[in-house]
T-cell receptor, first 118, second 111 residues
Framework: GAVVSQHPSRVICKSGTSVKIECRSLDFQATTMFWYRQFPKKSLMLMATSNEGSKATYEQGVEKDKFLINHASLTLSTLTVTSAHPEDSSFYIC??????????????FGPGTRLTVT | LAKTTQPISMDSYEGQEVNITCSHNNIATNDYITWYQQFPSQGPRFIIQGYKTKVTNEVASLFIPADRKSSTLSLPRVSLSDTAVYYCLVGGTSGTYKYIFGTGTRLKVLA
């Protein structure tokens, strides 16, 4: 199956600092990647769609200046949480899209990054 | 974007077959149905995807009736390690689709 990695897996930062999370598709090229966040015992919430070579598309209510997304290559998208605050503490998950075998598209998810802001 | 509805939780015993049904009344003609499994503090893992009728792979089967307004994920002979949250999602027929996650079904397998 397709492999998507995230780095770091876990990060603790001080309030006011910025944190960058990387998402890589290891064995396929992905023109589209997605970023989600998940709070404990809750479902995944889509934050933004990351398109290679163009600006990301953010979901309603997600601040684009706070969550900077860069999709500079077909295998790498980054999410930078700027001026992080404790309420930004969450589990961040990325996914990468690739064509399936029957005309559909499939999403493969990374292992997630646990961000804790102190 | 089709909305999906699943039971919030289910309990089962080891060795039993588990069927989880998902409703997606507003599914579009070109939408596929995909199921994911998620363990705590991990990203969702792809289980199976289908468009109509029945799809089977090494871990599960997916049953889709003719009207495609629902689907059933079937897990044969579950074990304790199948305890997880299972999500049903629709979409995936173009590069511009996006998944909207519902509540998922929290499956607990008991010894």
């Amino acid at each position: 199956g397709a492999v998507v990695s995230q780095h770091p897996s876990r990060v603790i930062c001080k309030s006011g600092t910025s944190v960058k999370i990387e998402c890589r598709s290891l064995d396929f090229q992905a023109t589209t990647m997605f970023w989600y966040r998940q709070f404990p015992k809750k479902s995944l919430m889509l934050m933004a769609t990351s398109n290679e070579g163009s600006k990301a598309t953010y979901e309603q209510g997600v601040e684009k200046d706070k969550f900077l997304i860069n999709h500079a290559s077909l295998t790498l998208s980054t999410l930078t949480v700027t001026s992080a605050h404790p309420e930004d503490s969450s589990f961040y998950i990325c996914s990468a899209q690739r064509p399936g075998t029957s005309g559909s598209y499939e999403q493969y998810f990374g292992p997630g990054t646990r961000l804790t802001v102190t | 974007l089709a909305k999906t509805t699943q039971p919030i939780s289910m309990d089962s015993y080891e060795g039993q077959e588990v069927n989880i049904t998902c409703s997606h009344n507003n599914i579009a003609t070109n939408d596929y149905i995909t199921w994911y499994q998620q363990f705590p503090s991990q990203g969702p893992r792809f289980i199976i995807q289908g468009y109509k009728t029945k799809v089977t792979n090494e871990v599960a089967s997916l049953f889709i009736p003719a009207d495609r307004k629902s689907s059933t994920l079937s897990l044969p002979r579950v074990s304790l390690s199948d305890t997880a949250v299972y999500y049903c999602l629709v979409g995936g027929t173009s590069g511009t689709y996006k998944y909207i996650f519902g509540t998922g079904t929290r499956l607990k397998v008991l010894a």
